[in-house]
Structures are given as C-alpha cells and as structure tokens.
C-alpha cells in the first residue's frame, strides 16, 4: 500500500548531499518540467480535482503549489547567491493554496514551472561547490540553510508533488 502522504518517503535534512551528487539534482530541476507535462498529457483533467489523500490538496493545487514553491526556492537561491546570509519571507503555503488563481487551469502554473527552472538551470550550471555551501536563514524554521540542502529538498520536493499529481489522475 502507498503511502499518499510521503510517497516518495520524507526528505531527511541531516542527510549530507555530496559534489558527487550536485549533476543529479541539477539535471532534476531541467526536467521536471517535461516530467509534469508528460504526466499531464492525454490525463483526465477532471480527476485534478481529486485529492491524493484525506485532507490533502486537489491535483490542481499541487500543480499550483508547485509553481509558487518553486519561484520561492528560485528567490532563495537568489538571495544567497548575492547576500551574505540573506534572511527569508516565508509565506503560508496553505493559504496561498487557496487563492482565486488556484482555480486557473494548470497550464498558467507549467507555464511558470517551465520559465522558473529554465532560469534556475542556468544559475545551477553556473555554480561552484564552494556556491552550493552559501546559506540562508529561515525565520520560521530558525535555523540555516545550505543551498547544497536546500537543492536536495526541491529536488525531493517534486518528485514528491508529482506523485501526488498522479495519484490524482489514477483516482
């Protein structure tokens, strides 16, 4: 049986994430736009508007979500690239979940995932592992972040959301 809230398992933060592993994450980011589409493609849309689990987001706020989470993370890399320990705005992901453009057609948000990780690639293939080590604070979270971490997270993050997606759609 799967489990629908971490179907991929959870992102273990402690985990150390290795030069060695960097090629990996960078070339996930390239594709999960691709990714996403193909699950999308010749789907049934209307099973969007399943849940993936009791509780949990619609497929179509998952696209979304994808969408607004990823433009953060991208802001994030930004930031620490160009500051020197930036501090973070966090933001309520549930009650950006149900804002009036949730309800937008998913392509809005591809859209947006398509420009965001194209933009993201480049910075990524720009990076020096000595990059990787830069970090920033999380106010909420009040603790630091590397970005070397923080790119294993997004990439745990979507494949973590696209299996969500197509729980949706099989539902």
Known sequence: MIDTQYPVGRFDRNA???????PHLIEHVRLLPQQLADILTGAPIENLAHTYREGGWTGLQVIHHLADSHMNAYMRFKLALTEDHPTIRPYSQDAWAETADNQLDADFSLMIIRGVHKRWHAILNAMGPADFDRTFHHPEQKRDFTLRTTLGLY??????HMEHIRICLNA
């Open 16 to 22: 150390p994430i290795h030069d060695a592993q960097i």
């Open 155 to 160: 990439e745990w993050h979507g494949r973590h």
